[in-house]
């Protein structure tokens, strides 16, 4: 049995796309007679929304894995500055190396999961001491974004350091998987890093997110991380003006960077009835809000370091059934155009408000929409199928070593 370690920044009951994807990838794997262990930090994000942990360590079985939380700097206000962010990032990756050390012989593979890029230096670290198989799983151009959206000085020591070890980690990786083939592209020019590239989609899981019978609210729904790459002050100032024609609420759900500003924004504009932040909620309500909602939004920032983006939300929308709006170029915009469950409007509350207002026009189209997205990611996103194709990789190794 292949016994496969996976270092993640997020792990539930954090709620984002990266700790639903690393959770529903290590279950299927573990189904596949994998014995799988991941370690992650004691749930620590959105920052601020869970309590301080100061033990090394913990661990607990979920769904046929063993997690590990390791201890690491946990942020306590809402908008960290960027030293205690640098921190956060550096301490559990260190932290994960020192376990990997002194447990080297209980596992076979390690996967390192990104972003951040620092969840790659313990991978680095058993590749180069123990040779152990080692598998990058890349779902954003982390640094680029992170100067896009002012993280980070273009230029700076900071920049070029981190490039540095992302360009190390490529080089000696055994795999590298990516969450969409353009972002496989823009991820080197490097001929021989090319050739590691795989496409592992993020996808859903569609037994988990499903239609319920359910009678539909009045509601539109934004689910995720409430952070910087998202155009969400747009959306609500469109919700301002569809009110006039159709009396709905908007759901933010989840937490983040810019929820404050937000809250501000609702309160400036008198639109405290209109918008309803729920804050973090147990992952197991997520489907059936979605699927009593009548349209959900991914509103991204037209920034071209955004274009490869394909957002988890915008897979599980469409497994509930319900047609999306969004916002942003390239990879999301060929997703709303092959399901036929999406349209992509400006970044502009105005335009925003008129797709809103046309889709709300004709409920019989909007159900139309939704299933075609069901059977879009159905056929094509599953995420058991990702699981299935890691672990067909995992399993090429072993049978070249037996051959």
Request: glycine share 6%; with cysteine; hydrophobic share 40%.
């Amino acid at each position: 049995m292949k016994r496969v370690l996976i270092v993640s920044q997020h792990f539930p009951p954090e709620r984002s796309g990266c700790a639903s994807r690393v959770h529903d990838i290590a279950v299927h794997l573990s189904s596949m007679t994998v014995e799988v262990t991941v370690i992650s930090p004691h749930p620590t994000f959105p920052f601020g929304e869970f309590k301080r942990r100061w033990a090394l360590s913990s661990k607990r079985s979920v769904e046929g894995i063993k997690l590990i939380n390791l201890w690491t700097i946990q942020p306590t206000s809402r908008n960290p500055g960027f030293i205690i962010r640098t921190l956060y990032f550096l301490t559990f990756p260190l932290h994960v190396t020192l376990w990997t050390l002194f447990h080297v012989r209980t596992f076979d593979v390690i996967i390192t999961s990104d972003p951040p890029i620092f969840t790659h230096i313990p991978g680095l670290i058993m590749k180069k001491l123990f040779k152990k198989n080692w598998t990058i799983e890349v779902r954003d151009l982390w640094i680029d974004a992170s100067i896009s959206l002012g993280f980070i000085k273009k230029g700076s020591i900071y920049e070029k350091m981190s490039r540095e070890l992302v360009n190390i980690c490529l080089r000696n990786t055994d795999l590298i998987g990516v969450t969409t083939q353009e972002l496989g592209k823009r991820l080197s020019p490097d001929k021989t890093i090319q050739k590691k590239i795989i496409w592992l989609p993020n996808g859903v899981d569609t037994t988990y997110f499903h239609p319920f019978n359910n009678p539909k609210k009045n509601q539109i729904v934004y689910a995720g991380n409430v952070g910087h790459a998202q155009d969400l002050e747009k959306v609500i100032l469109a919700i301002k003006e569809v009110n006039k024609k159709f009396p709905l609420q908007f759901n933010i759900v989840g937490d983040g960077d810019i929820n404050g500003r937000l809250k501000d924004l609702v309160k400036s504009e008198g639109m405290e009835d209109l918008v309803l932040f729920t804050g973090n909620i147990d992952r197991e309500k997520i489907p059936m809000i979605l699927s009593e909602s009548l349209i959900g939004v991914s509103p991204l920032k037209k920034l071209v370091t955004l274009e490869y983006a394909a957002p988890t939300k915008v897979y599980e929308y469409m497994a509930c059934g319900i047609p999306f709006l969004g916002c942003g170029n390239g990879e999301i915009s060929r997703i709303a155009q092959q399901s036929g469950a999406g349209i992509i409007a400006d970044n502009t509350p105005e335009s925003i408000a008129c797709v809103l207002e046309y889709l709300l026009n004709d409920p019989h189209n909007m159900d139309v929409m939704g299933q075609h997205g069901r059977q879009y990611v159905q056929e094509n996103y599953e995420r058991r199928a990702v699981a299935t194709k890691i672990n067909e990789y995992i399993r090429r190794d072993e049978v070249c070593k037996t051959g």
